[in-house]
C-alpha cells in the first residue's frame, strides 16, 4: 500500500505542451520534496515545500502544497525533451533526529522533440 | 566536492551468494538511509543509520539483510543468502543533521544495480 500516490503513472507528451503530477495521501506530512532521476542515476532533488498552500517556482516548474499538508501537484510549463525523467514526491515526517522520508511510486514522463 | 558515493555500480552474484553494497556520504553528513528500488517504481525505504548507531530498519527484511554505519569508513549494506527477488537497485542517500529545521534534503548516490541469477 503507498502512502503516496503519485498519478498519473506515466505521461508520454509532446514538446511544448503543459502537464501537472499529482501527489496525494491521507496523511498529514510536516513538509514534502521533489525529485527527478534520470535512467541510472539516484533521485536529485528538485524542491522542498513546507507550509501549506505554499507555492515555488523553478523555471518552468511549478510546486504547490496543499493547504492541509496532505497533497502536492507539479505543473511543467512548455515542456521540453530535458524534462523527461522520473518524478518522485516524497512526504517527511520528522522523527526525534534527522527525517525519515516516503516515497511515492513516481510518474515516468516522456517529452517527445 | 565528492558527492555520495556508492560502489559498486553493478554486482551480479549467484543465489545463495552473499553481496555488499558500500556507500560513502557527503563529507560532514553522519546520517544514512538506504533505499531499494524496482524497475518502475518508487523507492522504498529500508534502514536509516547514524555512525554506529541503527536508528530505524522497519523497512528492512528481518533475515538475510543487515546494515553497518561504523565510526570509520563506508556504510555497507549487506544481503546474505541472496535470491532472484533481491534483484534490484539500491540507492543510499546522506543528510545533514539539522534539528528543529524540518526535513533536510536527502543526496543520492547512483546507485547499486544488483542482479541475482
Known amino acids: 500500500t503507498q502512502l503516496l500516490e503519485q498519478s498519473p503513472q506515466f505521461l508520454s507528451i509532446q514538446e511544448g505542451e503543459n502537464l501537472t503530477v499529482y501527489c496525494n495521501s491521507s496523511?498529514?506530512?510536516?513538509?514534502l520534496q521533489w525529485y527527478r532521476q534520470e535512467p541510472g542515476e539516484g533521485p536529485v532533488l528538485l524542491v522542498t515545500?513546507?507550509?501549506?498552500?505554499e507555492v515555488k517556482k523553478l523555471k518552468r516548474l511549478t510546486f504547490q502544497f496543499g493547504d492541509a499538508r496532505k497533497d502536492s501537484s507539479l505543473h511543467i510549463t512548455a515542456a521540453q525533451p530535458g524534462d523527461t525523467g522520473l518524478y518522485l514526491c516524497?512526504?517527511?515526517?520528522?522523527?526525534?533526529?534527522?527525517?525519515?522520508?516516503?516515497f511515492g511510486g513516481g510518474t515516468r514522463l516522456m517529452v517527445k522533440p | 566536492n565528492a558527492g555520495v558515493m556508492q560502489n559498486p555500480r553493478h554486482l551480479v552474484r549467484r543465489r545463495g551468494q552473499e553481496a555488499r553494497l558500500r556507500c560513502s556520504p557527503m563529507k560532514g553528513h553522519s546520517h544514512v538511509y538506504w533505499y531499494r528500488q524496482l524497475p518502475e517504481e518508487g523507492l522504498k525505504f529500508m534502514v536509516y543509520l547514524q555512525k554506529e548507531n541503527i536508528i530505524d530498519e522497519s523497512g528492512m527484511p528481518k533475515e538475510r539483510f543487515s546494515a553497518e554505519f561504523p565510526k570509520e569508513g563506508p556504510s555497507i549494506l549487506r544481503i546474505q543468502q541472496v535470491v532472484r527477488g533481491d534483484s534490484a537497485a539500491y540507492f543510499c542517500?546522506?543528510?545533514?543533521?539539522?534539528?528543529?529545521?524540518?526535513?533536510?534534503?536527502?543526496?543520492f548516490g547512483n546507485g547499486t544495480r544488483l542482479t541475482v541469477t
Open positions: 515545500v513546507v507550509t501549506g498552500g
Open positions: 496523511s498529514v506530512f510536516s513538509s
Open positions: 542517500a546522506s543528510s545533514p543533521f539539522r534539528p528543529g529545521q524540518g526535513a533536510s534534503p536527502l543526496h
Open positions: 516524497a512526504g517527511a515526517r520528522v522523527g526525534n533526529a534527522g527525517n525519515m522520508l516516503t
